[in-house]
């Protein structure tokens, strides 16, 4: 006598394209990853890098920037400001954006604008934190040169203007020859 029948199957079909989709995305990240000319990186809480761009585990090990010609930052000499920062962003869940000085271990200073993010797990707890890292010694020298663009100019248009009204001031005051009241009157004016 049969009671009942069981009958297991797999739709393997199904499970085959599930497996491409993902695969396919894991391919794509990956591409991403070695592409994209940005030094970004994913540690842990123990300062373990996980994963991240193509040149970013040089720079997070060895302080190399590839980007920036090779730069290769001094590590030790910021490792308690990256400490303070990443306790900043694990202590208060946000997201810290800053431009800091980093020395290169031939003792120049270079300016590099840091993004800082935490990553969560699915109990919304911090398991980690995502950092951008980008030289931005190109804009600090742009923006010192159109500060002095600016002042040079400013100074030489007061130049300009001071020899101007001195001038209307003696032509004003009759010093190159006698001036009516109505165009005294124009030159204060002026």
């Not at 248009?157 to 009516?180: E, M, P, R, W, Y």
């Amino acid at each position: 006598v049969i009671n009942g029948f069981l009958s297991v199957s797999k739709n393997f079909d199904r499970d085959n394209k599930t497996q491409r989709k993902l695969i396919e995305k894991f391919r794509l990240v990956n591409s991403f990853l070695e592409n994209i000319p940005i030094l970004a990186y994913i540690k842990d809480l123990h300062n373990n890098f996980i994963v991240g761009t193509k040149y970013s585990k040089e720079f997070f090990q060895c302080g190399i920037d590839y980007y920036a010609g090779n730069i290769k930052i001094d590590l030790s000499d910021s490792a308690s400001l990256i400490e303070e920062e990443d306790k900043y962003v694990i202590k208060n869940k946000k997201v810290l954006i800053k431009e800091k000085i980093l020395k290169s271990i031939d003792g120049n200073d270079h300016w590099y604008k840091i993004y800082k993010s935490p990553v969560y797990d699915e109990q919304k707890g911090i398991s980690g934190i995502m950092t951008l890292v980008q030289n931005i010694d190109e804009d600090k020298k742009l923006e010192v040169q159109k500060e002095l663009f600016l002042a040079t100019m400013t100074h030489d248009l007061k130049n300009l203007l001071h020899a101007q009204i001195s001038s209307l001031q003696l032509l004003s005051k009759g010093k190159f020859g006698t001036v009516s009241e109505k165009q005294k009157e124009i030159l204060d004016m002026i």
